[in-house]
């Protein structure tokens, strides 16, 4: 399948643009923290128009759609446990509004996730710049 993806990425019409991360969050909620996210200010239209061009074109291949509205985000962590929670809610209210630097989106990667002991390991399987 990754050829076929691979292929299918290749058609995906975008322009670069530009990101502006703003703000710090949490799924599912506060109570229970178990992801750390950065909210994207400027260039949201485009990443959901880059999303919606990608879950199409995989539900045509047979994946699935996600039954969760997307949110598009960066995730910066993933807490595993519930040790600390109080200074890590504190820290997350503190940097609720920070602004962080704008950067050109003009690549679209397909990724391969391995999940270790110590962590995920990343890799490139296909790329397209723009």
């Keep these: 399948m990754i050829e076929k993806i691979s292929k299918d990425i290749d058609k995906i019409s975008f322009r670069p643009f530009d990101l502006e991360l ?3 969050g949490v799924f599912p909620n506060m109570r229970r923290i178990n992801v750390i996210w950065v909210g994207i ?18 539900t045509k291949l047979g ?3 996600d039954r969760k509205k997307f949110s598009p985000h960066i995730t910066i962590s993933r807490v595993r ?9 504190r820290q997350v209210l503190e940097l609720k509004d920070i602004e962080f630097r704008v950067f050109r ?3 679209l990667r397909l990724m391969k996730s391995v999940l ?9 399987l296909h790329e397209v710049r723009k």
């Design 105 to 107: 989106v003009d690549t």
């Design 22 to 24: 703003s703000g710090v």
């Design 116 to 124: 270790t002991p110590k962590g995920p390991i990343y890799s490139t």
């Design 41 to 58: 200010k400027k260039g949201l239209k485009e990443t959901e128009n880059v999303f919606d061009q990608v879950e199409n074109r995989l």
């Design 81 to 89: 446990t519930g040790r600390n929670k109080e200074a890590l809610t």
């Design 63 to 65: 994946f699935k759609s």
